[in-house]
């Protein structure tokens, strides 16, 4: 079973910077996709952004395009989400997850596996 952990979330001030990490628990493990979804209280839970594990290709949500930016480290075998100009809206917790096999990225059923959730507060 493959685990992933999320850190990095926390307060912030409107226009401030957070990035997210999230690590995997097994190195090898297959994967074709890690993304970024997000869930706020009384909403469902939205894709945010992902990364094609190999070939490096990203996708974002339009509420985040040009702030939010996904990369991983394949050595360190993690993914990543830089937010910049957070909003009072981008308040929610985010959650890390992985698909081992190829899907729309954009869509929470595609994936296999998530983390825990972390929880990001922007203030005004």
């Known amino acids: 079973q493959v685990q992933l952990v999320e850190s990095g979330g926390g307060l912030v001030q409107t226009g401030g910077s957070l990035r997210l990490s999230c690590a995997a628990s097994?190195?090898?493990?297959?994967?074709?996709?890690m993304g970024w979804f997000r869930q706020a209280p009384g909403e469902e839970r939205e894709f945010v952004a992902a990364?094609?594990?190999?070939?490096?290709?990203?996708s974002y949500a339009d509420s985040v395009k040009g702030r939010f930016t996904i990369s991983r480290d394949i050595a360190q075998n993690t993914v990543y989400l830089q937010m910049n100009s957070l909003k009072p809206e981008d308040t929610a917790v985010y959650y890390c997850?992985?698909?081992?096999?190829?899907?729309?990225?954009?869509?929470?059923?595609?994936?296999?596996?998530w983390g825990q959730g972390t929880q990001v507060t922007v203030s005004v």
């Open positions: 997850a992985a698909t081992k096999g190829a899907g729309d990225v954009r869509k929470s059923g595609t994936y296999d596996y």
């Open positions: 097994r190195r090898t493990f297959s994967r074709y996709a």
């Open positions: 990364i094609l594990w190999t070939l490096g290709m990203t």
